[in-house]
Structure formats: C-alpha cells, structure tokens
C-alpha cells in the first residue's frame, strides 16, 4: 500500500506507533540472553553391512550435527543426543535474534519512509525566476 497523501498528524502518529514498537524490539533484543551463531541438522545413515536393517530402508539415526563457520569456513562436528537440549535454547535464542533485528531494520525502513513523505510534503516550490532560462 502506497499512500503517500497522508497529512502531518497522520505521519506523526504511524511514526510514533513504529517508534514504540521499535522500543519494545530493542528492550527484547537487549534482554536475549547467551547464544550460539551455529545451526543444527539431523541426519540418517545407512552402514551397508550384511543384513542391516538399513538396506531394508530403515536407517540408523537420527543423529544430530552442529554447523558453525570460521572464518570463510563451515565446519561441522558430531552433536551428542545428550547436549542438544542443552545448546537447542542457545541457537534458538540466535534466530529469534536476528528475526528481531530484521524486524528493527523494517520498522526504521518504515520511518524513514514516512520521514521523507514529510520532506516531500513541506518542500517549497521552485520560485518562477530560478526556473526561467536567460535570455540574451
């Protein structure tokens, strides 16, 4: 939705409503709390041995990997069923994170927005003889 004939309270008043929750964003993100910048995968394999159940089509697994990067590296390592729970709430804690930080982001895109709508609204004309071309 653009509409970009809105009247000075009314920008005033969807700025201020964003400015709000834009508070409320920053109070979250600075009571977040410890977190891991990692990301976690399940995975099934299959050990080809003999008369394993695996080349009935039931795999072995689920076992769990953690994926974090160092560097312009991505590394992996094994993720006992134990530490999941344990490191879930920390990787949790990193996405809603940066879900919030985008939210942020959008919500002072969205006043940016109206601030130049404002601009818009108060410039002033170009007088007449700024405009016209000399003459010789």
Avoid: S
């Amino acid at each position: 939705m653009k509409r970009e004939n809105l009247t000075e309270e009314e920008i005033k008043r969807v700025i201020y409503r964003l400015r709000k929750e834009r508070q409320l964003v920053e109070t979250y993100l600075l009571n977040t709390g410890k977190q891991l910048a990692v990301w976690i995968t399940r995975q099934y394999t299959y050990c080809k041995k003999g008369n394993c159940k695996c080349l009935r089509g039931y795999p072995h697994g689920p076992f769990y990997y953690l994926f974090y990067q160092e560097g312009d590296k991505i590394c992996h390592r094994y993720l006992p069923e134990e530490k999941l729970k344990q490191i879930e709430k920390f990787t949790h804690c990193y996405k809603v994170y940066n879900q919030q930080m985008a939210r942020m982001n959008k919500i002072n895109e969205e006043i940016e927005r109206h601030l130049r709508i404002h601009q818009r609204n108060n410039l002033l004309p170009i007088p007449g003889l700024i405009r016209e071309k000399k003459r010789k």
